[in-house]
Nanobody, 115 residues
Framework: QVQLVESGGGLVQAGGSLRLSCAVS????????MGWHRQAPGKQRELVAT???????NYADSVKGRITISRDNAKNTLYLQMNSLKPEDTAVYYC?????????WGQGTQVTVSS
């Protein structure tokens, strides 16, 4: 069973930065897509960013220019560098990885941005 473990969340002031990590128990070198979603209280889970096997990235409009997704295949780890954080970025952040028809999710890490 593949496991994904997120880390790096926490409390930060508006304008600050956080770097989230997602350690995957399996090899991610052949993962089709990896990404991050988030879910704020009372809202639906939404896409934050994705990165495909070829390195192509995709971002939600709300985070473009502030957030960068990257992957380290040697470390089997996915990252999310978040800068210029806003209170509306407050949410639980979930990473996922997809190999063909199989998709796995982490348990989430809380990010809280104070104004």
């Amino acid at each position: 069973q593949v496991q994904l473990v997120e880390s790096g969340g926490g409390l930060v002031q508006a304008g600050g930065s956080l770097r989230l990590s997602c350690a995957v128990s399996g090899s991610i070198s052949r993962a089709n897509v990896m990404g991050w979603h988030r879910q704020a209280p009372g809202k639906q889970r939404e896409l934050v960013a994705t990165i495909a096997s070829g390195g192509i990235t995709n971002y939600a409009d709300s985070v473009k220019g502030r957030i960068t997704i990257s992957r380290d295949n040697a470390k089997n780890t996915l990252y999310l560098q978040m800068n210029s954080l806003k209170p509306e970025d407050t949410a639980v952040y979930y990473c996922y990885v997809k190999w063909g028809p199989y998709e796995y999710w982490g348990q989430g890490t809380q990010v809280t941005v104070s104004s």
